[in-house]
């Protein structure tokens, strides 16, 4: 993909805590300490000719209703040439630590929304990331069940994401996979202490598989 990326062109991430990661502002150079940061330093040390650009306005705690209503300012304003968006866990945790669920169906409309606008406003190219889960954390005080049982609601909403990438021909990066996959050679713990937030090895193991998608590995 970089090589059809102008030079001087902004990429954008999108989506909750995990590209989020600690950001205290919206100055441009403010890309928090997860994936996000390490995919900019790397391509940057890699490609230093394209002077690329890179923004972070993932949000903690976003779902992709949050995401719906911030579109046109933290998006299509800002003319990216790469939108990467990593979104739903929250749709998923919230039905489990606040009683308040977001079916699979409404996730889709919601999300589709968010994808048909990008088309219709501007000519960027999407990479789409699937939210992810590891088991981590079985019993937890305010949950109405372990993270396994989560399964049942995330599992839908990840078949959703990979649908509506095939849908609109966006490059996706099959997280949940990667994620299971390595924890079979290191402890889940290893890749995320709660089970979401990924470890600095788990942010390093996003941006690996981010950068390939975009042909810089």
Not at 189 to 207: M, N, R
Request: overall charge negative; proline content about 4%; glycine content about 6%.
């Amino acid at each position: 993909m970089i090589n059809d990326v102008k030079d001087n062109s902004l990429i954008l991430f999108q989506g909750d805590s995990v590209t989020d990661c600690g950001r205290t502002s919206n100055e441009n150079l403010e890309l928090g300490f997860g994936y996000a940061n390490m995919v900019a330093s790397w391509i940057t040390a890699l490609q230093p000719e394209k002077q690329l650009r890179f923004l972070n306005r993932g949000i903690s705690g976003n779902r992709v209703s949050d995401l719906k209503k911030r579109w046109q300012e933290d998006c299509i304003d800002l003319r990216p040439e790469v939108v990467s968006i990593l979104i739903g866990i929250n749709d998923c945790w919230r039905r489990y630590d606040g009683n308040d669920p977001t079916s699979a169906g409404s996730f889709e409309a919601t999300y589709r929304e968010i994808l048909t606008n990008i088309k219709q406003k501007s000519d960027a190219k999407i990479i789409i990331m699937e939210p992810f889960l590891l088991p981590v954390i079985e019993e937890a005080e305010g949950w109405s069940a372990g993270q396994s049982k989560w399964r049942e609601d995330l599992d839908p909403k990840i078949h959703v994401v990979r649908s509506l990438a095939r849908e609109f021909h966006a490059t996706f990066i099959p997280l949940d996979g990667i994620f299971a996959k390595a924890a079979t050679v290191q402890p889940m713990e290893k890749w995320t202490l709660d089970g979401v937030h990924p470890t600095q090895a788990g942010h390093a193991l996003i941006a690996r598989q981010w950068m390939k998608a975009f042909g810089v590995m």
